[in-house]
């Protein structure tokens, strides 16, 4: 009885899985002060579902504690530096993730987000990792440059706004 019920507690495992975006790492291009720094952090800070924001003057990078349970909208987080008056160069994303089966060219729902990924093996995420955001608005030109020869595509799996995405 102990081995049937080990089985199905294996299969059913591979059924379920489970990711949360927890935190953002975003790096602001075209900061000079500390002005800036708290023009970007007074900004962000009030998006509806950020918890927390930690700048690192040094870096030019912003902590961003996101709100448990909430749908989240990287494209508000990229409005608010912009409205800050700066852009963004690198937006990584910190994530738990629970049996997410992630590959090349496959979508997966989190967060309410759509994310495509590219040049990614075939894997199962489980426990923290960051994952980066190669769509235009969230990286630098130079850096986007290494990422504009991949194909985008979408397998109409889901619809809305569909992030590109890598490990």
């Given at each position: ?7 199905i507690s ?85 994530g738990r ?50 990422y ?20």
């Open positions: 009885m102990k081995k049937i019920f080990l089985i294996v299969v059913l495992a591979g059924y379920f899985a489970s990711a949360q975006i927890i935190s953002a790492n975003l790096q602001a291009a075209g900061l000079t002060c500390a002005m800036c720094t708290r023009a970007i952090d007074k900004s962000l800070s009030k998006v509806s579902f950020v918890k927390e924001v930690k700048p690192d003057i040094k870096s030019s990078s912003f902590e961003i504690v996101f709100k448990e349970g909430n749908n989240l909208n990287f494209d508000a987080l990229g409005k608010a530096v912009e409205d800050a008056g700066f852009s963004v160069a690198k937006l990584e994303l910190k993730f629970d049996n997410l089966k992630v590959g090349n060219d496959k979508e997966v729902q989190i967060n309410g987000n759509t994310f495509h990924f590219l040049k990614v093996n075939d894997q199962t995420l489980n426990g923290e990792h960051t994952i980066l955001l190669i769509d235009r608005n969230f990286l630098g030109a130079r850096d986007f440059k290494k504009n020869d991949i194909p985008r595509s979408s397998s109409g799996k889901y619809s809305g706004r569909i992030y590109n995405v890598t490990i």
